[in-house]
């Protein structure tokens, strides 16, 4: 369940504040991001927060999702806050992979999806998981289509994509969300940060 939990919390858009710098790096982990000059950076407080406005067809899971979900490594959005349509967001988290060690980062991936179409409204797998590669390494990725709901019933029509990249006894999971018809922000812009990181190799 808590990786469920963390896959929620990195798809939906959310709306948070911004610093000055472009550039995101955690030496610890050896992971390097920059965003765009018009993007934001936020806190995982806000984001927590904005989890909390999301209608889920699954309301314990909702409940659950919002107690135990952790703090990403690094939240990025286009616009500040306040926003008034879904505002294209990218994420990332780290986490070990405890009982999933050796497992192919698709098959992850495909675990997932029978709880996506559970919880999300309208939920499309618009591509199955494949092979993908992210800062130089081996990774996998799937975008799935569905209807964000927020409780005064507004529906905003969802494209997220996921990323799941390998690192030793961990792996990196990247999260990103956009208007299927990309009026508020483009998908080719989630293109340009995944290009912009930098992932130290497991030594």
């Given amino acids: 369940m808590k990786y469920y939990t963390l896959v929620f919390y990195l798809l939906l858009s959310t709306a948070i504040f911004s610093e000055t710098s472009n550039d ?5 982990v050896g ?9 934001h950076f936020g806190t995982a407080a806000q984001n927590r927060e904005n989890l909390k406005r999301v209608e889920l067809n699954d309301k314990k899971f909702k409940e659950f999702m919002v107690k135990y979900s952790t703090a990403p490594l690094v939240i990025m959005t286009k616009y500040a806050i306040p926003y008034d349509d879904l505002n294209p ?11 999933l060690k050796d497992t192919d980062a698709k098959q992850i991936l495909w675990l997932f999806i029978p709880q996506f179409e559970k919880v999300f409204k ?5 591509q199955k998981p494949m092979d993908a ?5 081996k990774a996998a990725y799937l975008r799935i289509h569905y209807n964000l709901v927020i409780p ?3 529906t905003f029509p969802t494209t997220s994509e996921l990323w799941i990249v390998p690192r030793g006894d961990y792996f990196f999971m990247i999260g990103a969300g956009t208007r299927q018809d990309e009026k508020t922000g483009t998908r080719a812009e989630i293109k340009k940060i995944l290009s912009s ?4 190799a497991d030594k």
């Fill in 24 to 28: 995101f790096e955690n030496i610890t």
């Fill in 122 to 126: 309208d939920f499309k797998l618009d």
């Fill in 31 to 39: 992971f390097k991001v920059s965003k765009p000059a018009d993007w």
């Fill in 133 to 137: 590669k992210i800062g130089g390494l």
């Fill in 152 to 154: 005064d019933g507004t």
């Fill in 89 to 99: 967001s990218f994420k990332v988290s780290i986490k070990p992979f405890g009982n």
């Fill in 197 to 200: 990181i930098v992932i130290q």
